[in-house]
């Protein structure tokens, strides 16, 4: 069974950073892809982020723009959003997702495991 657990969000001003981490458990993540999506209020689920176990490359929506980085630490079972000048459109639920079959979507329907999300609210 896999369990992913989401951690770092928060309430901050726009301009502001946030670090969004992901803990992955479970069973062994090689080949996984992993991904991060996020959810603002009466909105669709959408995606983010995303990258392959070996680290390279990375997909990114067009919305992040060069803010966004995403990382992982195969030792730790852990992925990483960075998120740089935070917007007041960034503020949605954020979740990490996994992707069995390593495929480096964009599409949730991919991913088959889900955290529970963690909150992100920029303010003006």
């Known amino acids: 069974q896999v369990h992913l657990v989401e951690s770092g969000g928060g309430l901050v001003q726009a301009g502001d950073s946030l670090r969004l981490s992901c803990a992955a458990s479970?069973?062994?993540?090689?080949?996984?892809?992993m991904g991060w999506f996020r959810q603002a209020p009466g909105e669709e689920r959408e995606f983010v982020a995303a990258?392959?176990?070996?680290?390279?490359?990375?997909y990114y929506a067009h919305f992040t723009k060069g803010r966004f980085t995403i990382s992982r630490d195969n030792a730790k079972n852990m992925v990483y959003l960075q998120m740089n000048s935070l917007e007041p459109e960034d503020t949605a639920i954020y979740y990490c997702a996994a992707d069995p079959q390593g495929r480096g979507s964009s599409w949730y329907g991919h991913y088959d495991y889900w955290g529970q999300g963690t909150p992100v609210t920029v303010s003006s």
């Open positions: 990258i392959n176990w070996s680290g390279s490359p990375a």
């Open positions: 479970g069973q062994t993540f090689t080949g996984y892809t």
